[in-house]
């Protein structure tokens, strides 16, 4: 029987993110049972008290340390055993960092605004926390290769209360046009702003589409309507940084970088599913490359047919509206599919490609490796939580 080694796990059980982080570490030993833990007690149990929690944790003599950034960070790491600290503010240089992929993450959240046609798009972040600031940098970028300016409301802790978001949002609302996008960098920003939105009389997602982060399930799901969202797949950061737990207690070699997240896939839900073109064969063109690409081998004609448009206009008015082709759109629809199953099943390249109707199930990975750069099993290693050491 291996030896097990006891882990504190210090994570923010409140915010979805920390769940996903904590379910993959959790994951990773009920496959191979390796770890005893040490998890912040109930609140009705043991209140805040973090001299008292450091204390208790040292008496406990932990081999390694999972931990957000908590006041007692600088006392934990005197204690020179292995840790791994996911910060909420900034980038510990001399740590080994949990940290997310936040330009790639904005980057994602621009392109699938601009691919639905919004020229007004709105950013709604936090004044000091360097995640979120990598989050509009990427945001800006995007939209910026596409000559789109972006409208930005910063959230300023030492200048407003939370509770004062929503009247303070309303002001801002009415400075974009409709229809128009707006991308928070966090699900939470996204409960005010919709407040805020019914209150300007905005019609979500007709006038106004709004996205956030991490994927939280019960805020977006209980909002009305609901809200879609960015999955950061922190679920297997968690199996990874666990992984990369034990072989640092068992070899006493520190990772030589820090465990990056990539954004996953949009988790589409009601508040995104209006498309902003106002040219009625465009949107049916789109609707049926929505609908169909997923499962058929669909070809540019058939979009065309359609339309009540020529293959030429139809062309034109993509290239136009969308900075893109009628081809271009089939393939981002069927490739976002493909990463889907990749990234969440089991199922091999050639069942993908029979699920999704390829005529020569072979043509998929040379399909596949064109538009991302991978072959499928490389995007599944990258994105899916490893099974074994």
């Given at each position: ?252 070699k520190r990772p030589q970088q820090d465990f990056m997240i990539k954004p996953n896939v949009v988790i589409e839900r009601h508040s995104t ?65 493909i990463k889907n199953f990749l990234a969440e099943s089991d199922l091999t390249a050639q069942q993908i490609a029979y699920e999704m109707g ?32």
């Amino acid at each position: 029987m291996e030896k097990k080694f006891r882990v504190a796990v210090l994570l923010d059980a409140s915010r979805a993110y920390d769940r996903d982080v904590l379910r993959g570490i959790t994951h990773f030993n009920k496959l191979y049972d390796r770890f005893n833990f040490f998890f912040y007690s109930p609140k009705y149990i043991h209140a805040d008290d973090n001299t008292k929690l450091i204390e208790r944790l040292w008496d406990w003599k932990p081999e390694g340390i999972v931990t957000r950034e908590i006041p007692s960070l600088e006392t934990m790491r005197s204690w020179n055993i292995p840790m791994i600290v996911s910060p909420h503010t900034r980038l510990y240089k001399d740590c080994v960092n949990l940290w997310a992929d936040n330009t790639g993450i904005g980057e994602l959240a621009a392109e699938y605004f601009l691919n639905k046609g919004y020229k007004n798009l709105g950013l709604l972040g936090f004044k000091k926390f360097v995640w979120s600031l990598e989050r509009e940098n990427g945001f800006q970028l995007s939209a910026g290769k596409r000559h789109v300016r972006v409208e930005k409301f910063l959230f300023d802790d030492h200048r407003m209360l939370w509770e004062d978001l929503p009247l303070r949002l309303l002001s801002w609302l009415k400075t974009i046009p409709k229809p128009c996008a707006i991308f928070s960098v966090t699900d939470e920003l996204n409960v005010h702003l919709l407040d805020a939105a019914k209150v300007a009389d905005y019609k979500v997602p007709d006038e106004l589409a709004i996205l956030g982060v991490d994927n939280d399930e019960l805020l977006c799901d209980m909002a009305l309507p609901t809200l879609s969202s960015i999955d950061q797949n922190a679920w297997r950061a968690g199996y990874e940084i666990a992984q990369g737990m034990l072989q640092w207690i068992e070899t006493q070699k520190r990772p030589q970088q820090d465990f990056m997240i990539k954004p996953n896939v949009v988790i589409e839900r009601h508040s995104t599913s209006a498309l902003a073109i106002e040219d009625e064969q465009v949107r049916k063109a789109l609707n049926y490359i929505n609908v169909n690409a997923p499962y058929r081998d669909i070809h540019v004609n058939d979009v065309v047919h359609a339309t009540n448009h020529s293959r030429r206009i139809l062309e034109k008015k993509f290239s136009l509206l969308l900075n893109s082709s009628i081809l271009e759109e089939i393939k981002k629809v069927r490739i976002k599919r493909i990463k889907n199953f990749l990234a969440e099943s089991d199922l091999t390249a050639q069942q993908i490609a029979y699920e999704m109707g390829f005529g020569n199930p072979d043509n998929i990975t040379r399909y596949f490796k064109m538009a991302t750069g991978f072959k499928p099993l490389e995007y599944r290693k990258e994105f899916q939580p490893k099974k074994s050491l």
